[in-house]
């Protein structure tokens, strides 16, 4: 989709459709939507009064211009309240109107910048923003199929107009910003849509291997054997796929920050089998990786300067033969010993020696991200990721990031009463419990054990990784959730 920027008078403006807006509540709109209301001789007013308009978040209307424009239709999209009004409700109703553009078939589609009048929002966010509700509530996974969906209409270009031409950069950067993070997570969801017969531990690693400006070291099996991650690979050998411990370095020196995504690119279970039923959207337990995989590709094109390493213990949980077995006691890179309850909780033993190869590299900070727990799923539903750490400036400031990005994080507790419950008599901790209480917490605190005094937080990502439902302007399937949260911290 071509996206870019002109300097002219929305009244001027040739296109299929033109987008302006109001809010919940007004009776007479302000700004562009007034200018265009004149044009159409009160058109918007006679619809306001009329109940027709009511300027509800993502309401949309469309009005025909029958010539006295050089736009085809306007279409007036509600943006909620004024005082309910922030940056990721731009993100909504953008979606909101791409998709009205889509039903009316309308090619070319022009808009004025939401959020950067009466909204109070800055120009080049209120574009950011924008451009990213364009392009994530556009998204469809095209898949594999032979024969294409031809009912599927694609938008073919959309053009932010500005009066302005002293405001046209500051937009322009918004907008450059936007394509970038938008593209990113609409990547993230392509891996996570994959099958797992496609999206392996080898295609994640030639894909981490094509991005530029980043460093990438791979390790097998045999070489993460011989190294010590006896954790990981614990793991990995239950599975004839081959397995891929892929490190990505971006920066010139030693790196400060390592972002770990868990890269379990299918997850039977193990010997612990999982359930046959919704079995195939275990295909997604590689999300943390894909969301950390495309931020690398994200940091490298926007040339931040910081020097951060992506960690990604890519492999599969299958119950092969060789796979490990309940009641088995296994060493990890830290030399710490794990005795495994159950194969099914596989996640925090490829994420312990990917943490520990991260400590090792001497970083000030680990962010790890991961579809961790099921039990996440059940304390937050798909609205929020959990967050947990083991200091509270690093989980508020990637809380505060989310909340800029427009995902939402909320903190789950570390209590030390919970550390007895993966007490081991054999080893020096139990990968799991078996009492069903406080599941996420205990997930970080087997983490934190390998982390020890890094400045460290976990976000577990179980229920917001996949929508079985869309919900705004994330459509049903992979949300590529946490892309835009680091993102946006990265770049503080």
């Excluded at 919940?24 to 007034?34: F, M």
């Excluded at 309910?84 to 909101?96: L, N, Y």
């Excluded at 097998?220 to 990981?232: C, D, P, Q, T, V």
């Excluded at 205990?442 to 990502?461: M, Q, R």
Aim: charged share 20%.
């Amino acid at each position: 989709m071509k996206i870019d920027v002109k300097a002219a008078s929305i009244t001027d403006v040739k296109c299929d459709l033109l987008v302006v807006n109001i809010f919940e509540g007004l009776k007479v709109p302000g700004g562009a939507t007034a200018v265009i209301d004149k044009k159409l001789n009160g058109s918007i007013v006679r619809l306001i009064k009329s109940g027709e308009i009511t300027g509800k978040l993502a309401e949309v209307n469309v009005i025909h211009t029958q010539g006295k424009l050089p736009a085809t239709q306007v279409l007036v999209v509600g943006l909620g309240k004024s005082s309910e009004f922030e940056v990721d409700k731009i993100r909504i109703v953008a979606s909101a109107a791409m998709a009205e553009a889509k039903k009316i078939k309308a090619k070319n589609v022009a808009t004025i910048v939401h959020g950067a009048g009466a909204g109070g929002i800055t120009l080049p966010n209120a574009a950011q923003a924008l451009v990213e509700g364009i392009l994530i509530g556009s998204y469809k996974y095209d898949g594999f199929a032979k024969v294409k969906d031809d009912s599927y209409f694609k938008v073919e270009s959309v053009t932010l107009v500005e009066l302005q031409k002293a405001k046209v950069k500051s937009i322009e950067a918004g907008v450059r910003l936007g394509r970038l993070i938008g593209e990113s997570v609409n990547n993230a969801r392509d891996l996570v849509n994959g099958p797992a017969n496609k999206i392996t531990p080898t295609f994640l690693a030639a894909r981490a291997a094509k991005i530029a400006g980043i460093k990438v070291k791979v390790f097998g099996l045999n070489e993460a054997n011989k190294i010590g991650m006896h954790s990981y690979t614990s793991v990995a050998k239950g599975s004839k796929e081959p397995a891929k411990f892929i490190v990505m370095q971006y920066g010139q020196g030693k790196p400060e920050i390592a972002l770990v995504g868990k890269g379990v690119t299918f997850d039977a279970g193990g010997i612990s089998l999982k359930p046959s039923r919704k079995l195939w959207e275990m295909k997604t337990d590689m999300s943390g990786a894909a969301a950390v995989l495309e931020t690398m590709r994200l940091i490298s094109h926007l040339k931040i300067r910081k020097n951060i390493v992506g960690i990604l213990p890519c492999c599969e949980n299958m119950p092969d033969g060789e796979a490990q077995k309940p009641g088995d006691v296994i060493s990890s890179l830290s030399g710490k010993t794990i005795e495994i309850i159950s194969t099914d909780a596989e996640g925090r033993m490829v994420m312990a020696d990917a943490i520990t190869y991260a400590k090792k590299m001497g970083v000030k900070k680990i962010i790890d991200v991961a579809t961790l727990t099921g039990a996440c799923v059940s304390a937050l539903g798909d609205a929020a990721s959990g967050i947990m750490g083991n200091s509270q400036m690093l989980v508020n400031e990637l809380i505060a990031a989310g909340k800029t990005a427009g995902e939402k994080l909320w903190q789950l507790p570390l209590l030390e009463e919970y550390k007895d419950y993966s007490k081991s008599e054999i080893a020096d901790v139990k990968n799991c419990t078996e009492q069903g209480m406080a599941g996420p917490s205990i997930g970080g605190l087997f983490l934190k054990l390998f982390v020890e005094d890094t400045s460290w937080a976990h976000i577990d990502i179980a229920g917001t990784a996949y929508l079985g439902k869309g919900r705004g302007y994330l459509s049903t399937g992979a949300t590529g959730v946490m892309v835009r949260t680091l993102t946006s911290y990265l770049m503080q």
